[in-house]
């Protein structure tokens, strides 16, 4: 699988430890110990209940993938040795590499391999088309089993090698649990080993080497190769206040900032020992996610309505500041800049925000003074800065909102799983970001699709878009895709899935002493620390 096949995909994500406790590298019995400081406190730890980045980066340390993504967006083999496709691409005959184990030792089994695709493809939207033409999947041996499909689908290695809402191989006994219940005890398979027993909630989460992990004979790239954890030690240091983290970092406190507030870039980037880089290319887009089960965002006209009030640049100046280097208001349901990108429908949020506007569309469109619950996270600085934006907008254009305001765990649980109404403590809209890689194309974006109930937070019917979605998938040309891929996204404009606040590219800040950092977003194998 190529990259261009994977951007087209059917055409073939506060306290320190004491410095003085830790022996520095180079003397006798030292350990290397990588400080660092995440975009937003750990809360939930289960990859699959909860698909927040946070999560994500988490998961991609203690849970390996079967086929991880190379540099080139290939996917490659990663605890699979291999597979076979038979039965004119209706069975994948995979073999697990040998050796390898869970962090308590035990080995992992085909049966474990099972159990965590069939528990990914209840939880992913992509997973779900891949459940619904599933046979059955069988162990043949303990390193052996096959996937029997109804019908062709020879993309199966790319979707289980997702980069986000990905597929972690637990034990069956864990990959049992229903995708409604969070698997919170952490026995994993990847290059770093959960410390349960030194997580400190709101502070510090802790991570170490796992000596038996066995990774693939082969140079790193991305989430594909060779897995080799070079320090021995990681810290999450959750620190709340931008210029208590970025003192820290100056001061050798810590030793990485996964995302450094805007303000703070230019004095960082003076510092003596500090590091400014944009490594994940592909960043983020931003977004408010409309409620679609609960009044009045269940009305798509009401949707609509707030297009003329959405000035992109307001949204990316909050989070990344001044610098147009990095962002992008030019910004529709597709990551700007990549092969099925397009810019139809952007006229729509042309301009300055137009409030006189809007309040007609919405009065027009019969909005009756619902109360608007407006769920924010306080201490995520980026989700925060688009809030207070999007707040202001709700205000100016007369909507009954609620802006209630809390941590990042509470927001994250109440977001995703809460279906229920406002009076049980449902919520209405909340801003939050989309992985650029995931936004490639119409089959890995999946917050612009509308399976309803089945799928993400906010949980959008939107028949079209999937009607459309299905032809993408079956389309034979780039022409073809690039078509339905423009189709897809003035229908979205017609539904609103969520509202398009634009595209950025976070830097991250660290000390120069730390080096092998891969591109993409925060992955801690390979990194050294001297």
Not at 70 to 99: M, N
Not at 370 to 393: C, F, H, R
Request: glycine residues 8%; neutral net charge; aromatic residues 8%.
């Amino acid at each position: 699988m190529k990259r261009r096949d994977f951007l087209t995909l059917a055409a073939g994500t506060a306290a320190l430890a004491r410095p003085g406790v830790l022996r520095a590298q180079g003397t006798a019995g030292a350990s290397s110990v990588l400080r660092f400081v995440p975009q937003s406190d750990l809360t939930l730890l289960d990859p699959v209940f909860n698909t927040a980045l946070v999560t994500r980066n988490h998961g991609m340390m203690v849970y390996d993938q079967l086929y991880g993504l190379d540099s080139s967006y290939e996917a490659r083999p990663q605890l699979v040795e291999g597979h076979v496709i038979e039965d004119d691409g209706r069975t994948w005959r995979i073999t697990l590499r040998g050796g390898t184990t869970f962090h308590d030792g035990t080995p992992i089994l085909a049966r474990d391999a099972i159990a965590s695709i069939d528990r990914w493809t209840r939880a992913d939207v992509l997973g779900q088309n891949i459940r619904a033409i599933t046979q059955e999947m069988t162990a043949v041996s303990d390193r052996v089993f096959l996937v029997k499909l109804k019908q062709p689908f020879p993309l199966l290695a790319t979707a289980l090698a997702k980069p986000s809402s990905y597929c972690p191989v637990m034990q069956e006994r864990f990959a049992r649990n229903p995708t409604s219940t969070q698997v919170t005890e952490i026995v994993g398979s990847g290059p770093f080993r959960w410390v349960a027993d030194e997580r400190m909630s709101g502070s510090r989460a802790v991570y170490e080497r796992f000596a038996g992990y066995k990774p693939r004979d082969e140079p790193v790239s991305f989430l594909a190769g060779g897995k080799i954890a070079r320090v021995d030690r990681v810290e999450w240091h959750t620190i709340p206040d931008a210029a208590t983290a970025g003192a820290a970092l100056q001061r050798g406190e810590v030793d990485w900032w996964e995302q450094p507030a805007a303000d703070l870039l230019p004095l960082l980037k003076r510092a003596r020992n500090v590091k400014v880089e944009v490594k994940d290319k592909a960043g983020l887009m931003g977004m408010i996610r409309l409620n679609h089960l609960q009044p009045p965002f269940d009305n798509p006209a009401i949707r609509r309505a707030f297009l003329p009030a959405i000035n992109q640049t307001d949204y990316l100046t909050a989070v990344m500041g001044d610098d147009r280097s990095l962002w992008n208001d030019r910004c529709g349901f597709f990551l700007p800049g990549t092969a099925l990108a397009t810019e139809a429908g952007l006229e729509a949020m042309a301009g300055a925000p137009d409030y006189d506007k809007v309040r007609r569309n919405l009065q027009a469109a019969g909005y009756k003074g619902e109360k608007v619950v407006l769920a924010v996270p306080t201490d995520l600085t980026a989700l925060n800065a688009m809030s207070e934006i999007a707040g202001d907008m709700f205000r100016r254009v007369g909507i009954n909102l609620d802006y209630q305001a809390s941590d990042w765990g509470s927001v994250a649980g109440r977001v995703m799983n809460n279906r229920d109404g406002l009076d049980k403590g449902g919520w209405s809209a909340w801003c939050n970001y989309i992985p650029g890689i995931i936004a490639l194309n119409p089959a890995t974006q999946s917050y612009v699709r509308g399976p309803g109930r089945a799928g993400t937070s906010g949980w959008p019917d939107l028949p079209k878009i999937e009607a459309l979605r299905e032809q993408f998938l079956a389309a034979g040309s780039l022409a073809e895709q690039k078509r339905l891929t423009e189709q897809i996204q003035l229908q979205a404009f017609e539904d609103i899935p969520y509202l398009p606040t634009g595209a950025y590219t976070p830097p991250t800040a660290f000390r120069s002493n730390v080096t092998g950092l891969i591109e993409g977003f925060p992955l801690f194998y390979n990194l050294q620390k001297s």
